[in-house]
T-cell receptor, first 113, second 114 residues
Framework: KAGVTQTPRYLIKTRGQQVTLSCSPI?????VSWYQQTPGQGLQFLFE???????NKGNFPGRFSGRQFSNSRSEMNVSTLELGDSALYLC????????????FGSGTQLSVL | GESVGLHLPTLSVQEGDNSIINCAYS??????FIWYKQESGKGPQFIID?????DKRQGQRVTVLLNKTVKHLSLQIAATQPGDSAVYFC?????????????FGQGTILTVHP
């Protein structure tokens, strides 16, 4: 069974631009979560989607948004990029998204110049 | 609380030694805990989990201990190998249904010397 797939692997953008990251969960998994990882703040929860609905959201500004499609694939979008948005963005999937382990992809490394 | 990771604790061991990685969690209502391993350039990889109604769980070469009284979690790795070198994170799930939200610890860097 294939793991969680994230594209692209690396991305370089400039301040003010927007970016869209993609995630394909493990086959059969319906819950997709997104995390931001930085050296200063560690791993922080962005949001979770299940059946195309956002069920949970972390403490990030509205510039960070996401969506989920009917095949459970998910995208996250960051608008009006800031230098501080440079981070590794990780997607994780699980069967139902309840209190269960998450399986992570390798992430998208975003650099904002 | 949220994860903060300016300076990660480090643990350096010799190949074949046993390793113990510790984690203090913040939410006394947390009822599910997970250990992850993250190698350079990869996402966190699941190692072992434990629910709050248990105090010990064993896997292959790994054991997790949970002490709810002092809100402490530990990961023991037996016969540590160079391939175990990575950053190790504990993660907790708060009481109730988390819907995909894990609260991660700051992480510990494990270095195994051949």
């Amino acid at each position: 069974k294939a793991g969680v797939t994230q594209t692209p692997r690396y991305l370089i953008k400039t301040r003010g631009q927007q970016v869209t990251l993609s995630c394909s969960p493990i086959s059969g998994h319906r819950s997709v979560s997104w995390y931001q990882q930085t050296p200063g703040q560690g791993l922080q929860f962005l949001f979770e989607y299940f059946s195309e609905t956002q069920r949970n959201k972390g403490n990030f500004p509205g510039r960070f948004s996401g969506r989920q499609f009917s095949n459970s694939r998910s995208e996250m979008n960051v608008s009006t990029l800031e230098l501080g948005d440079s981070a590794l963005y990780l997607c994780a999937s699980s069967s139902q998204g309840g209190n269960e382990k998450l399986f992570f992809g390798s992430g998208t490394q975003l650099s904002v110049l | 609380g949220e994860s903060v990771g300016l300076h990660l604790p480090t643990l350096s061991v010799q190949e074949g030694d046993n390793s113990i990685i510790n984690c203090a969690y913040s939410n006394s209502a947390s009822d599910y805990f997970i250990w992850y391993k993250q190698e350079s350039g990869k996402g966190p990889q699941f190692i072992i989990d434990i629910r709050s109604n248990m105090d010990k769980r064993q896997g292959q070469r790994v054991t997790v201990l949970l002490n709810k009284t002092v809100k402490h979690l530990s990961l023991q790795i037996a016969a540590t190998q160079p391939g175990d070198s990575a950053v190790y994170f504990c993660a907790e799930v708060g009481g109730g249904t988390s819907y995909g939200k894990l609260t991660f610890g700051q992480g510990t860097i494990l270095t195994v010397h051949p």
